[in-house]
């Protein structure tokens, strides 16, 4: 006998920038060139994915499940990473 199924899948992005200066980090830029920064990539991933199902068959809904506060690793006087974590949740539904 066949039913109607569920099922929520999570995926995890990773946003991160190697940075050489404190300021780099909101800002987005380095020297001449304009390199995007954490918060500018995490932006365009939440315009190219909320409510974005991916033409995918089942898929009702997808939407940030999850946004972590942003970090930062490694050496303060030399260089370090700037990283940002998001979570997405599709759900899926169709027969088994």
Same mark, same amino acid.
């Given at each position: 006998m066949s039913g109607c199924m569920?099922?929520?899948h999570h995926v995890h992005f990773v946003a991160y920038v190697d940075l050489r200066k404190p300021e780099e980090m909101?800002?987005?830029k380095n020297g001449e060139s304009v390199k995007p920064g954490v918060l500018d990539?995490?932006?365009n991933l939440h315009s190219l994915l909320d409510q974005n199902t991916l033409n995918v068959d089942?898929?009702?809904s997808a939407f940030c499940d999850e *946004? $972590?506060?942003s970090?930062?690793?490694g050496d303060? *006087? $030399?260089a370090f990473i700037h990283r940002k974590i998001v979570t997405y949740k599709y759900e899926w539904e169709g027969i088994r």
């Open positions: 569920d099922v929520h909101v800002v987005g990539i995490i932006r089942g898929v009702i *946004e $972590k506060e970090e930062l690793f303060m *006087e $030399k």
